[in-house]
């Protein structure tokens, strides 16, 4: 059974910077990736990366944003630079274990960009 636990969110200032994490056990996953859904807004993707390594982001976040994994770990983390109040939402990891086409979702973690 797949479960994910993720980490991270909070309070940051506009400017700031946030790091959320995401850990995944029982499965090897060939893409792990991070949407959100903010007030008043539809879910979007945030960043997705695949096993070896590339990476595509939401043109909102590009040059803010970083996405990376540490597969020994099976972890997926976001870097969150220069923050805005728009990025103010809950983000959730998700991710596709190697050979399947079930995509496994956290159960969200909020993030409040505010002064």
């Known amino acids: 059974q797949v479960q994910l636990v993720e980490s991270g969110g909070g309070l940051v200032q506009p400017g700031g910077s946030l790091r959320l994490s995401c850990s995944g056990s029982g499965s090897i996953f060939s893409r792990m990736g991070w949407h959100r859904q903010a007030p008043g807004k539809q879910r979007e993707l945030v960043a997705t990366i695949f096993t070896g390594g590339s990476t595509s982001y939401a043109d909102s976040v590009k040059g803010r944003f970083t996405i990376s994994r540490d597969n020994g770990k099976n972890t997926v983390y976001l870097q969150m630079n220069s923050v805005r109040p728009e990025d103010t939402a809950v983000y959730y990891c998700?991710?596709?274990?190697?050979?399947?086409?079930?995509?496994?979702w956290g159960q969200g973690i909020q993030v409040i960009v505010s002064s």
């Open positions: 998700n991710v596709l274990p190697v050979g399947t086409l079930k995509v496994y």
